[in-house]
T-cell receptor, first 114, second 113 residues
Framework: KNQVEQSPQSLIILEGKNCTLQ??????????LRWYKQDTGRGPVSLTI?????NTKSNGRYTATLDADTKQSSLHITASQLSDSASYIC?????????????FGRGTQLTVWP | EADIYQTPRYLVIGTGKKITLECSQT?????MYWYQQDPGMELHLIHY???????EKGDLSSESTVSRIRTEHFPLTLESARPSHTSQYLC????????????FGPGTRLTVL
């Protein structure tokens, strides 16, 4: 069964600290993996996207890694800010085309305290 | 990026009412989607469209219906709302790049009393 599991479910950190969010998937075949940030009451916004051949991708203070062999991805946030408080969603595509499906994780709820 | 508009942003209505959630985009993208998301849960695809007069049901069974008469608009309708329909509804488009990245609208938070 194609699934996307994220951990932890929720996380609280202090402003300025780093954190790492995890995503494990069983989706096959695999086309690409994306991380989205979803602020409360808003739609998700894409942070990074990685294909099978990529093992790291950065977007400012966000760095995503992908190990396609172990089917694991992580999102590392450096020097966290209050505005980083949001839900971070891992999404895996099985074909990345018109016929492809997207599999969504439940997200990690990150709270950054001052 | 893509400009996707959803109205209303928040809606509280009574059981049995008919409602239409609006989704519009100004860039002429063919592929549009509706997702349903409960708090703390993953997004579930309920409808999608690949162009005018094209609509398909998604992975999650939904009592809602959609139409695509014009490229710019993809409204979702509930003929008779029930408390079980309380959820957040997100509209999305894909721009047709190699990875078909989805861009989401701000969502409509629906509460049925």
């Amino acid at each position: 069964k194609n699934q996307v599991e994220q951990s932890p479910q929720s996380l609280i950190i202090l402003e300025g600290k780093n954190c790492t969010l995890q995503c494990n998937y069983t989706v096959s075949p695999f086309s690409n993996l994306r991380w989205y940030k979803q602020d409360t009451g808003r739609g998700p916004v894409s942070l990074t996207i990685m294909t099978f051949s990529e093992n790291t991708k950065s977007n400012g203070r966000y760095t995503a890694t992908l190990d396609a062999d172990t089917k694991q991805s992580s999102l590392h946030i450096t020097a966290s800010q209050l505005s980083d408080s949001a839900s971070y969603i891992c999404v895996v595509s099985d074909r990345g085309s018109t016929l492809g499906r997207l599999y969504f994780g439940r997200g990690t709820q990150l709270t950054v305290w001052p | 990026e893509a400009d996707i508009y959803q109205t209303p942003r928040y809606l509280v209505i009574g059981t049995g009412k008919k409602i239409t959630l609006e989704c519009s985009q100004t860039m002429g993208h063919d592929k549009m989607y509706w997702y349903q998301q409960d708090p703390g849960m993953e997004l579930h695809l309920i409808h999608y469209s690949y162009g005018v007069n094209s609509t398909e049901k998604g992975d999650l069974s939904s009592e809602s219906t959609v139409s695509r008469i014009r490229t710019e608009h993809f409204p979702l309708t509930l003929e008779s709302a029930r408390p079980s329909h309380t959820s957040q509804y997100l509209c999305a488009i894909t721009t047709g790049d190699f990875a078909d990245t989805q861009y989401f609208g701000p969502g409509t938070r629906l509460t049925v009393l």
